[in-house]
């Protein structure tokens, strides 16, 4: 039996448990079931969340899980419709090419200066949720067989350019904060 305190990442496991399924699914090619599960699994990021905040249930556990849980379906969204031909494979390694680069800057950063806490930018919030309205416009597409090309097309390039312009951002902000971080910790060696 789950205690209420394992209720967030319990739902967050699951949600990396649909993953399979959602990939076995849009290899079948039955896009209204995967259109389903990945509104099923986007709706139970919200209600983890909810459930972690609302109850005070976070844990770092589930600050690890969550953001992974995203990625993870994210990813194999993006790389299943790169596969059926429904998105370009540029697009594909752009979009992974950013997440690599912000996990490894990630790694490098508190690898020499030390932990920092990092928060989803503005730009990055808008990146995701354009990367996701593109999965579910182009589910939607083919599911129902409606004429959404030109929608898809812009939501490629609009993809393209949030991804492009958020990894930078992080850059950017790393390169900002780096001279600071290792001023600060020479002065506290000294």
Not at 66 to 88: E, F, G
Not at 114 to 120: A, C, N, S
Request: glycine share 6%.
């Amino acid at each position: 039996m789950i205690k209420l305190y394992h209720l967030p990442n319990a739902i967050t496991l699951l949600r990396i448990a649909l993953v399979p399924v959602f990939i076995l699914v849009l290899k079948a090619q039955d896009y209204a079931l995967a259109l389903t599960i990945f509104i099923v699994a986007g709706l139970s990021d919200g209600l983890d969340g909810f459930i972690a905040k609302r109850y005070n249930l976070a844990t770092r556990l589930g600050a690890i899980l969550d953001p992974m849980a995203d990625k993870i379906l994210l990813v194999s969204a993006y790389v299943m419709l790169a596969v059926l031909d429904h998105l370009p494979f540029w697009l594909v390694l752009t979009v992974g090419f950013r997440d690599l680069l912000i996990i490894g800057g990630y790694l490098i950063y508190t690898s020499l200066v030390g932990k920092i806490q990092v928060r989803p930018t503005y730009l990055s919030k808008c990146n995701t949720v354009l990367q996701i309205a593109l999965v579910i416009i182009i589910l939607v597409q083919q599911a129902a067989l409606l004429p959404l090309q030109p929608i898809v097309d812009y939501g490629i390039y609009a993809v393209l350019v949030t991804t492009v312009a958020s990894g930078l951002h992080y850059l950017w902000i790393c390169t900002k904060r780096y001279p600071e971080a290792t001023s600060e910790s020479n002065q506290s060696e000294d």
